[in-house]
């Protein structure tokens, strides 16, 4: 069976690569939010993904009927 590598958008961190960790305080008293690189992609924002061939026609099917409608 022909498999085929697909990437995708992280929905761990919803492609944003970090997700917010906690508040900390600066230095000078300013609150912010530190971050971490996300451990589901690795900091990419994407996920890969081993899909089927007949998988992979029916997505291309689908996003060319999206695009005739638009």
Not at 40 to 69: P, V, Y
């Amino acid at each position: 069976m022909v498999k085929i590598l697909i990437l995708t958008t992280c929905q761990d961190c919803k492609g944003r690569a970090y997700v917010p960790v906690c508040e900390e305080t600066s230095g000078t008293g300013a609150k912010y939010i530190r971050h971490r690189r996300c451990f589901f992609c690795d900091g990419t924002g994407k996920q890969t993904h081993w899909i089927d061939l007949h998988e992979f026609t029916r997505m291309l099917t689908a996003i060319a009927a999206e695009e005739q409608e638009t």
